[in-house]
């Protein structure tokens, strides 16, 4: 089992989805863990009552990425409240698609703003936290293997998360003299409310048939990669996309 023991982390999205299972894994990794949350009040009280059930710390914010304020005094009340922070998790997001001739700006600029512009204003505002334990830290941003091939009907969803990886990979250079990692993750079609409908849509069998291990990713797969990117075990990995794909791209 990876070892979080004393280490605090924040959950940008954990409420649900793949944000909720790396929160409740942290936390069962031994880490203290704070989430933000855009909507749902009892399922963000939920996590934080699963988190307190393995003996950690919880806190639990409603808090826009997309509003700088918001998810700044989130972070800055977390690290007041707890003394600092060692990793920082982006999750948050939106998934919509739509062909280029029926997209409109109204639609483009929402996804940029939501998956792109949040993960820029929740990374800033966690690295004077994580500056400031002098030990370095932790950055994981959930990207989507849309982001590294591109995708038809979802491009400025694409657009988003390719864009997060350039970010990454500029920030683990900017902020490795200060030992913050900083990676990504990108799953591929995962069973979470959000992926849901569009895979229903396309139809489960077509899709499930695209991966050689033979199903859909499950939350607690991309949980498991970002655990250990939060680790230790990942101290000298940076600047990497790590693809948890089931093989359907067969990326390195």
Known sequence: ????????????GGSRGIGRAAALMAAEAGADVAIAYARDEAAARAVVDRVEGFGRRALAFRADVTAEAEIRGALDET???W???EGLVVSAGVFEGAPLEQMTLEFWNRTLT??????????KAAVPHLRGTGRGGSIVIYTSTAGQRGSSIYSAYATSKGGQIMFMRSMAK??????IRV???????????????PVEAIGREKVVAGFPLGRIGLPEDVAGATVFLLSDLAKFVTGTTMTVDGGKDMRG
């Open 1 to 12: 089992m990876i070892n979080l023991t004393g280490q605090r982390i924040f959950v940008a």
């Open 79 to 81: 690290a007041e409240a």
């Open 83 to 85: 003394g600092g922070l």
């Open 114 to 123: 939501t998956n792109l512009t949040g993960t820029f204003l929740a990374v």
């Open 174 to 179: 900017e902020l490795a003299a200060d030992r």
């Open 183 to 197: 990676n990504c993750v990108a799953p591929a079609w995962t069973e979470t409310d959000m992926a849901r409908g």
